[in-house]
């Protein structure tokens, strides 16, 4: 399974931004969709994820700020980031997990990582 991520850049504090992350290859289902983020000397951290039903979970440090949303036949999902901070600086993690077509075995894929850079 790939994923593809996009839509991460420089912006300042205050500002909106929207990833997307595409996923392709033997999948047979998606049961979950989410982004994570890494800042420089921290752990990855979980910020947003959605469920096959629809169901969201969101970090409170973003609640209220970021919405996560899918587009199921596309297999891609998106987080719309408005109001940031510039502790939202990170590199932002796009997490799928699954069932592949051709062994019906879990899978867990991450993308490459987009920047994501909040300016003062």
């Known amino acids: 399974v790939q994923l593809v991520e996009s839509g991460g850049g420089l912006v300042q504090a205050g500002g909106s931004l929207r990833l997307s992350c595409a996923a392709s290859?033997?999948?047979?289902?998606?049961?979950?969709m989410g982004w994570y983020r890494q800042a420089p000397g921290k752990q990855r951290e979980l910020v947003a994820v959605?469920?096959?039903?629809?169901?969201?979970n969101y970090a409170d440090f973003v609640k209220g700020r970021f919405t996560i949303s899918r587009d199921s036949p596309k297999n891609t999902v998106y987080l719309q980031m408005n109001s940031l901070k510039p502790e939202d600086t990170a590199v932002y993690y796009c997490?799928?997990?699954?069932?592949?077509?051709?062994?019906?075995?879990?899978?867990?894929?991450w993308g490459q990582g987009t920047q994501v850079t909040v300016s003062s």
């Open positions: 290859g033997s999948i047979y289902s998606i049961d979950a």
């Open positions: 997490n799928v997990e699954g069932i592949l077509t051709t062994t019906l075995v879990d899978f867990d894929s």
């Open positions: 959605i469920t096959n039903r629809g169901d969201t």
